[in-house]
């Protein structure tokens, strides 16, 4: 259950409503002593008050609520049989009872998925099946997808339908489909978290200092993203492993294609996954993405052409019809990830800038683009000193991919280490006499460096 991050918590536990208060002094009294023991984590003693609050002044706080969950929390994890039970159950009724007596401050999916977590964690004490389980999430997913924010629910929720697939009680497409609604919701939490962190990126990369809060709400919306891409996502793809492989998927997409060759979702689904397990080389991606693309052309589909032809107008297409910023960053960045991998550096460096200007937050461009300068330091000099002043500067653009994003910050730093260990001596900036000269590097890079001082 958490408060809203607009929410000041001093605010939530020690703002009374004074007129209520002063009708019902024994609720005020309880109040403040349950408030006061919580604070210390007494959750024992804290017990006995906040019940009497709870079944006599229910909506006298919303501290019933944010601490109740607290005191009920301790009281699962220190008990066990039928206390324990009575008190998963009691938790269960509390957050129903949050959205009941403070509707404006607690959502329905969250409340949801908060019973289905707490259901799923005691599955065993409470005698839940999988199915009950998958059900709970499930409701969540249905009556507000929105609110539907939890990493860990998000990830149990499609954990089970693989295992509900596993048991022979879900077929195949249900279990696909569940991984895309999943995966859906976890990429709009991430662009919502992306589009607030780049107003702090921008910010930085303006010479401005971010504020004390302004740093912690930058950290957060890191870990977010962190959390959601390389754990969630993540453990999503290898929980579905093999079962998404090209032998599964090309007979299930053959079997249901007539079916759905006007559906714009199932083709984009389709023709996602297949491309995302490596199944592009079979005839079927092509008339998947051909279908999608007569009926609804996007920078997806276009894409995908280009992938498969190679035609320029394609790629020009890719980039004209994704009007969403975020998408049209990461469309710029598998772009480029092409060009890099096919040895176009120049244009593949173009289209990681691209990506960088409309998602400044994210700094594995800068890791790419110092990849590609090392490997190119042999051939973009006309000595050996030179050659090797390449990796000065690809220590300085990974060093870029720290400071704006920080996530990266660690790797960055250990690339860079890396790269300056390749470049040269103290004693070879000596013997050259040029330290704090500008060196021009050639061929694709184009770049000016700065010789190190000694």
């Not at 009294?29 to 919580?38: C, E, I, Q, R």
């Not at 279908?291 to 032809?309: F, M």
């Not at 990461?330 to 990830?337: H, N, R, S, V």
């Not at 730093?413 to 021009?440: C, D, H, M, V, W």
Request: proline content about 3%; charged content about 30%; some cysteine.
């Amino acid at each position: 259950m958490k408060t809203r991050i607009t929410i000041l918590l001093a605010a939530l536990f020690v703002s009374f409503n004074f007129s209520f208060a002063q009708q019902d002094e024994e609720c005020m009294n309880n109040l403040s002593l349950f408030d006061g023991y919580v604070k210390s984590k007494r959750f024992d003693e804290a017990y006995e008050p906040w019940k009497i609050v709870r079944n006599k002044c229910p909506k006298f706080n919303r501290a019933i609520y944010a601490h109740g969950e607290k005191i009920l929390t301790h009281k699962i994890e220190n008990s066990t049989g039928a206390d324990q039970v009575a008190h998963i159950n009691d938790l269960m009724l509390l957050y129903d009872q949050s959205i009941q007596h403070f509707p404006s401050n607690y959502d329905k999916g969250e409340i949801l998925v908060d019973k289905a977590n707490l259901a799923y964690k005691y599955k065993d004490e409470l005698n839940k099946t999988d199915e009950q389980l998958y059900g709970m999430f499930d409701e969540a997913y249905k009556k507000d997808a929105k609110n539907f924010k939890s990493a860990k629910g998000l990830y149990t929720y499609f954990s089970l339908a693989v295992d509900l697939f596993d048991a022979g009680k879900k077929p195949a497409q249900e279990m696909f489909d569940k991984y895309d609604d999943v995966n859906e919701l976890i990429e709009n939490l991430i662009a919502g978290y992306t589009t607030n962190l780049n107003k702090y990126a921008s910010k930085e990369e303006a010479g401005q200092t971010l504020s004390k809060k302004e740093e912690r709400y930058k950290s957060s919306y890191e870990s977010n993203i962190e959390a959601f891409e390389n754990q969630i996502l993540g453990s999503m793809d290898k929980k579905l492993g093999d079962r998404a492989n090209c032998d599964v998927l090309i007979p299930l997409y053959e079997k249901n294609y007539e079916e759905n060759k006007n559906d714009g979702v199932w083709l984009q689904r389709a023709m996602n996954r297949m491309y995302a397990k490596g199944c592009k080389e079979d005839p079927l991606f092509l008339k998947l993405v051909q279908q999608k693309n007569s009926i609804e052309p996007s920078a997806d589909t276009a894409y995908y052409l280009y992938i498969l032809t190679g035609e320029q107008k394609y790629f020009d297409e890719t980039i004209s019809l994704e009007t969403d910023p975020l998408k049209k960053a990461k469309l710029y960045k598998k772009l480029a990830q092409d060009l890099k991998s096919k040895g176009s550096y120049s244009q593949a460096r173009q289209y990681y800038m691209e990506s960088m200007k409309l998602n400044p937050s994210d700094g594995s461009p800068h890791i790419a683009i110092a990849a590609m300068y090392a490997k190119s330091a042999n051939s973009c000099g006309d000595d050996n000193f030179s050659k090797r002043a390449v990796f000065w500067l690809a220590a300085l653009e990974a060093e870029k991919a720290g400071r704006v994003d920080g996530r990266l910050k660690s790797a960055a730093a250990k690339s860079a280490a890396s790269y300056r260990a390749s470049a040269p001596s103290k004693s070879e900036i000596f013997s050259k006499g040029n330290a704090g000269q500008s060196l021009t590097i050639g061929c694709w890079i184009g770049r000016t460096i700065t010789v190190p001082n000694i």
